[in-house]
């Protein structure tokens, strides 16, 4: 199985990789724009599906209707552990990485009373904070390369410019690799340039490391009426960091001249934005629950700073270093809203099925400078936005059967289509199974889940029409444990 939207991710990015010119683009557009729905071990369990439920974390960012379903006052407490290995394959080589880490999914704290004016409504406040995404992943890539270097695509973007006005037409790239000696003049009248070495059983080798999360902060309100009617509104702010390091290295063990050279790449970027939900639920039968929720779209402020560096070495012993200035941006991404559908079907005291279903628009997005970057338009990554990206339509179900009093077993998956338009990228779409169980006793409640995803990335080192293409496969493990009282 493939997931379409990683792989169209990571072809962009293989193509864009170096930035050269921008450290931002539809690509960051997009990762701040693909957002989770954080919940409790029991709507992981059920594949998301809790939206006509409630009662539970998620309704702070599913269905805030949910909210008003709470009988008692709650505190919950949710732990997730990722276990995320990609395996990637380049020129008949294959290599393994792996990334571990533990976090806290959710917390959530919900007070709950009667009118004084009206016994039938029944009013509830809360307070939670939830992962949206997160951005860990480490990547390692290495093959021998007969064909071509990076070196080259430094030598092509250089082509016309006079040698000491390289660096300050290209400070991120050509520049650089004119200063540590990467690239020579061959004609200083024409301005062309060559690569310092010839690619002939060159050594590639690159290593990504990403981290970051995106969370939210949100507090809610929600109330229920003669236990027919349920509804509820929650406002988050949410605020996401990403750091993505990479270093790109080529060596020549058969050259006379050159040992080789490290490409560094450094982003480092922050943000927050303010988001809006709308929700509620309607009691049909003692069977049937229906709901329907809105989420606005959020303006996130990312501040952005980028910078690369490279380090070559020669046969004779000298080294040289060049370090590019660090390019500071203040941007906002535009991310849209959601509109959700709920439904869940109540077997007595034995179970229930749930359906739940969201509509996003990613054509949407868009992406304008803010504050001291004001003067770039954007323009070009809007258009291209408007152009690759496309509506997203995701259906998450689940069941939960009540095997004896106190123990409860869950099973559920989510589909989500393509975010990309037909021909970006392949069609593959985004499918993930979940499965958990529940224990309940007294006030006390644990519960256990697990999630499997696996997908597949076309990454390119540089240019695609100079090197072949890199594969890389991702499975994603994750469990999560909830802890929680009512009262």
Same mark, same amino acid.
């Given at each position: 199985?493939?997931?379409?939207?990683?792989?169209?991710?990571?072809?962009?990015?293989?193509?864009?990789?170096?930035?050269?010119?921008?450290?931002?683009?539809?690509?960051?557009?997009?990762?701040?724009?693909?957002?989770?729905?954080?919940?409790?071990?029991?709507?992981?369990?059920?594949?998301?599906?809790?939206?006509?439920?409630?009662?539970?974390?998620?309704?702070?960012?599913?269905?805030?209707?949910?909210?008003?379903?709470?009988?008692?006052? =709650?505190?919950?407490?949710?732990?997730?552990? +990722?276990?995320?290995?990609?395996?990637?394959?380049?020129?008949?080589?294959?290599?393994?990485?792996?990334?571990?880490?533990?976090?806290?999914? +959710?917390?959530?704290?919900?007070?709950?009373?009667?009118?004084?004016?009206?016994?039938?409504?029944?009013?509830?406040? $809360?307070? $939670?904070?939830?992962?949206?995404?997160?951005?860990?992943?480490?990547?390692? &890539?290495?093959?021998?390369?007969?064909?071509?270097?990076?070196?080259?695509?430094?030598?092509?973007?250089?082509?016309?410019?006079?040698?000491?006005?390289?660096?300050?037409?290209?400070?991120?790239?050509?520049?650089?690799?004119?200063?540590?000696?990467?690239?020579?003049?061959?004609?200083?009248?024409?301005?062309?340039?060559?690569?310092?070495?010839?690619?002939?059983?060159?050594?590639?080798?690159?290593?990504?490391?990403?981290?970051?999360?995106?969370?939210?902060?949100?507090?809610?309100?929600?109330?229920?009426?003669?236990?027919?009617?349920?509804?509820?509104?929650?406002?988050?702010?949410?605020?996401?960091?990403?750091?993505?390091?990479?270093?790109?290295?080529?060596?020549?063990?058969?050259?006379?001249?050159?040992? $080789?050279?490290?490409?560094?790449?450094?982003? +480092?970027?922050?943000?927050?934005?303010?988001?809006?939900?709308?929700?509620?639920?309607?009691?049909?039968?003692?069977?049937?629950?229906?709901? =329907?929720?809105?989420?606005?779209?959020?303006?996130?402020?990312?501040?952005?700073?980028?910078?690369?560096?490279?380090?070559?070495?020669?046969?004779?012993?000298?080294?040289?270093?060049?370090?590019?200035?660090?390019?500071?941006?203040n941007f906002s991404v535009r991310v849209p809203g959601k509109l959700m559908?709920?439904?869940?079907?109540?077997?007595?005291?034995?179970?229930?099925? =749930?359906?739940?279903?969201?509509?996003?628009?990613?054509?949407?997005?868009?992406?304008?400078?803010?504050?001291?970057?004001?003067?770039?338009?954007?323009?070009?990554?809007?258009?291209? &936005?408007?152009?690759?990206?496309?509506?997203?339509?995701?259906?998450?179900?689940?069941?939960?059967?009540?095997?004896?009093?106190?123990?409860?077993?869950?099973?559920?998956?989510?589909?989500?289509?393509?975010?990309?338009?037909?021909?970006?990228?392949?069609?593959?779409?985004?499918?993930?199974?979940?499965?958990?169980?529940?224990?309940?006793?007294?006030?006390?409640?644990?519960?256990?889940?697990?999630?499997?995803?696996?997908?597949?990335?076309?990454?390119?080192?540089?240019?695609?029409?100079?090197?072949?293409?890199?594969? &890389?496969?991702?499975?994603?493990?994750?469990?999560?444990?909830?802890?929680?009282?009512?009262?």
């Open positions: 199985m493939k997931s379409q939207y990683i792989v169209a991710l990571g072809l962009l990015m293989g193509i864009l990789v170096p930035h050269f010119l921008k450290a931002q683009n539809e690509v960051d557009a997009l990762r701040y724009s693909f957002q989770g729905t954080p919940g409790s071990a029991r709507s992981l369990g059920m594949g998301g599906a809790f939206g006509a439920l409630g009662a539970d974390p998620s309704a702070f960012w599913n269905n805030p209707g949910g909210l008003g379903m709470y009988k008692r006052n =709650a505190f919950e407490l949710s732990f997730k552990f +990722n276990d995320r290995t990609t395996s990637s394959s380049f020129l008949g080589n294959t290599e393994e990485s792996s990334d571990v880490g533990t976090r806290i999914q +959710n917390l959530a704290m919900i007070t709950t009373r009667k009118s004084n004016q009206d016994e039938r409504l029944q009013v509830t406040f $809360g307070f $939670g904070v939830g992962n949206l995404n997160t951005y860990d992943e480490r990547i390692l &890539i290495e093959g021998t390369n007969s064909t071509s270097t990076l070196m080259d695509v430094f030598a092509f973007q250089a082509q016309g410019t006079p040698q000491d006005l390289i660096y300050d037409q290209f400070p991120f790239s050509a520049g650089l690799a004119y200063d540590t000696y990467l690239i020579d003049p061959l004609d200083t009248i024409a301005h062309t340039y060559i690569p310092a070495e010839n690619a002939n059983r060159t050594s590639q080798t690159k290593v990504i490391d990403r981290s970051g999360r995106h969370n939210e902060m949100t507090f809610g309100f929600g109330f229920s009426f003669d236990e027919k009617w349920s509804g509820g509104v929650s406002l988050g702010i949410q605020t996401a960091f990403y750091r993505e390091t990479s270093s790109y290295t080529e060596k020549f063990p058969e050259s006379d001249y050159i040992v $080789g050279y490290t490409f560094n790449e450094d982003i +480092n970027a922050g943000g927050s934005g303010v988001v809006a939900r709308i929700g509620g639920i309607y009691r049909a039968s003692e069977w049937l629950r229906v709901g =329907a929720g809105w989420q606005s779209p959020v303006r996130l402020n990312i501040d952005d700073a980028y910078s690369t560096s490279i380090n070559s070495s020669f046969v004779d012993g000298s080294t040289f270093s060049a370090f590019s200035p660090e390019l500071s941006s559908v709920n439904s869940a079907f109540i077997l007595g005291k034995s179970g229930v099925i =749930a359906a739940d279903y969201e509509y996003s628009d990613f054509s949407n997005i868009q992406m304008r400078s803010e504050g001291l970057s004001s003067d770039y338009s954007y323009e070009e990554e809007n258009e291209t &936005i408007r152009n690759i990206y496309t509506v997203s339509h995701k259906v998450k179900v689940g069941m939960e059967w009540r095997l004896i009093e106190w123990l409860r077993l869950r099973a559920g998956a989510s589909y989500q289509t393509s975010p990309f338009e037909d021909g970006v990228a392949q069609s593959d779409a985004i499918l993930n199974y979940t499965g958990g169980l529940g224990f309940r006793k007294g006030k006390f409640y644990l519960d256990l889940a697990g999630a499997y995803q696996a997908g597949s990335e076309s990454y390119w080192l540089y240019n695609p029409a100079l090197v072949d293409e890199t594969r &890389i496969d991702t499975e994603l493990i994750s469990g999560i444990i909830t802890i929680g009282f009512r009262y």
